[in-house]
């Protein structure tokens, strides 16, 4: 995190006169005071990149960062040599652990604890198929939900990856096993397979009928 100047950055050329003292500031973990020395961030700015930070959100370059909070093109040009996107493994803060899963949680669960709509949960839930949610300028920007829905998620969501889903088995080794996919007997005439209990039966009759038969003694005379 980058060390204060201990003043606002009033005018236009003091951002870049703080970029040539080594000045910079860590968006993913500033604190307030600091994120207040830039030159145009306003108390609000400051608490909503905040929550999100305490929340697990991770900015991943200025482009967040503007579309988060709507800055105008020169406000991003002052701030853009002073700001350092380093990514983390953990949040700044233990989160809470009543956060909503948002790349896991079903329907039911973002309608009941987020307060969407059945229409936005289920938009939510078929561009998640296509992948996970990295954070709420992502969804934001897939979903173009209105900027109060997504205000409302600040402090709620969290953007854990999705867990794998389960493993087909492999066909080789289930042919090994002597599973489902293993070549069974060969169809006979008329697309049905042969029956090795009634051809066993079969055969057992046709000894049997055999047997009674006999051979034929010759005849003598008396």
């Given amino acids: 995190m980058g060390q204060g100047l201990g003043q606002r950055l009033g005018d236009a050329l003091a951002p870049r006169?703080?970029?040539?003292?080594?000045w910079r500031l860590d968006v993913n973990r500033a604190s307030a005071a600091e994120w207040q020395q830039l030159p145009g961030c306003t108390a609000p700015?400051?608490?909503l990149l905040l929550r999100l930070q305490r929340g697990g959100v991770q900015l991943s370059g200025v482009e967040d960062l503007q579309r988060l909070l709507n800055l105008d093109p020169?406000?991003?040009?002052?701030?853009?040599p002073l700001l350092v996107f380093r990514?983390?493994?953990a949040p700044a803060t233990i989160?809470?652990?009543l956060l909503v899963p948002l790349n896991q949680a079903g329907g039911q669960v973002l309608q009941e604890q987020l307060g969407l709509s059945p229409d936005r949960s289920r938009r939510l839930l078929r561009e998640r198929g296509r992948g996970p949610f990295l954070d709420l300028a992502d969804l934001q920007l897939r979903l173009q939900f209105p900027p109060q829905v997504i205000e409302a998620m600040i402090g709620k969501v969290e953007f854990t990856p999705a867990e794998p889903g389960p493993r087909l088995p492999d066909p080789q080794t289930s042919i090994a096993n002597g599973g489902p996919t293993a070549a069974g007997?060969?169809?006979?005439?008329?697309?049905r397979r042969p029956n090795p209990k009634r051809s066993g039966g079969e055969r057992q009759t046709e000894g049997r009928q055999e047997?009674?038969?006999?051979?034929?003694?010759?005849?003598?005379?008396g």
Avoid: I
Avoid at 185 to 191: L, N, Q, S, Y
């Fill in 185 to 191: 007997p060969v169809e006979g005439a008329g697309g």
């Fill in 87 to 89: 990514w983390y493994d």
């Fill in 45 to 47: 700015q400051a608490d």
């Fill in 211 to 221: 047997g009674r038969r006999g051979p034929k003694l010759p005849l003598t005379k």
């Fill in 95 to 97: 989160q809470n652990p």
């Fill in 74 to 80: 020169l406000t991003l040009e002052q701030w853009r």
């Fill in 17 to 22: 006169r703080a970029a040539t003292q080594d």
